[in-house]
């Protein structure tokens, strides 16, 4: 005799999109190129002679992927990486299945603590150039992710984050 299959069927009600998208990129883009020419005056340096220290911020991209898939392997969780890696404002990690706030919150803080430390501790062995722009690319960078988090404090606990194609949902299962 067969026995039967149990199922459970959620369904979601969305509370809340995150979405980065031109906008924010083109903020981005604007609060770096304020950085530089920051860093110019701080160090009375040409900006054009500064350009090449951008050559550092593939390595905070690196730093919140593995940041992210660590914190995941430690807690056990199953991380997915997509292919919109480089256009990701998530670098594109994230879970395949929706996800727990908590999990959410306590991933999300790690990846930016741990990449601002990493980028502190890094900036004492770096030339100052390089450490400076590293500092700012990482606050930059990772403004996407800190107003997300942010944006997670007005949900409500029983709430799950579905990542998204260049933003996080908030969602509040039925079942």
Known sequence: ??????????????????RWGMIGYMLQWLLMGSSLIGISLYLSI????????????????????ILFR??????MHK????????????????????VPLTVYRSG??????????????AYVWLPVEYGLTLLSGTVVLSLPR???????????KQCRVKYENRGVAFLLTDG
């Open 1 to 18: 005799m067969k026995e039967p299959i149990s199922q459970t069927i959620y369904s979601y009600k969305l509370l809340y999109r995150f």
């Open 46 to 65: 040409p900006v054009a002679r500064l350009i090449v220290t951008l050559a550092i911020l593939p390595a905070i991209a690196i730093c919140h992927l």
């Open 70 to 75: 660590l914190y995941a392997q430690m807690r």
């Open 79 to 98: 991380p997915q990486t997509t292919a919109d890696m480089l256009v990701s404002p998530w670098w594109g990690s994230g879970y395949r299945l929706p």
């Open 108 to 121: 999300e803080s790690t990846v930016l603590f741990g990449c601002l430390f990493l980028a502190a501790a």
């Open 146 to 156: 800190l107003l997300a988090l942010l944006a997670s404090f007005r949900q409500s």
